[in-house]
């Protein structure tokens, strides 16, 4: 069976014999929206690709404990959650990363373009409404922007959320309400309905921190 189409547990599985074709599934799998939830809350694409590199490290040396009880996504997005919360921690403690640092800094990923379509007016369309939306999602609270990410960029159901952020499903729908509000008027009159399309995954980013991973678990090139 190819690893792209394994399940979790076959390809935890295969982890756990040292494959390296399920090391490098998971994290294909996962990438995406593990460093989403890192950026919704440290608001640094660095901070959140090494966040991410490092829940892994943790995740795969920790993976005999992974029973199943949950999903994987699940089980690794809580160790990003956490791991993301710690280094939130040390530089807020260091006051060394005021947040956001600078205005390049608060941008999420570059929104990709179809090459095989020639249009500057549309792509340069494209990249204002995206960048609005990005500046305008990075405004919200944390406690709004981390439900806000879950719930309808990455289209997680309430009790996935809840579970995922251990809190209540009640809470999620008050927060995801309020976050809504706060940021329907600057967006409804000019963008619409394209929040899902907002925050696309950068093919080298993923392929990026895949290969970190790899290298650091010791499998070669």
Known sequence: MPADAASDIDLVRGALAREAAAFRAIMTRYNQRLYRLARSILHNDTEAEDVVQEAYLRAFANLAGFRGDSTLATWLSRIVINEAYGRLRKTRRAEMVPLPEEPGATRIIPFPLNASVVDPERNMAQREILRFVEQATDGLPEAFRTVFVARVIEGLSVEETADLLGIRPETV????????????????AQIGPVLLEAFPFAGRR????????????????
């Open 206 to 221: 993923c392929e990026r921190m895949t290969e970190v991973v790899m290298k650091r678990l010791g499998f070669p090139d």
């Open 173 to 188: 729908k008050t927060r995801l309400h309020r976050a809504r509000k706060l940021l329907r008027a600057q967006l409804d």
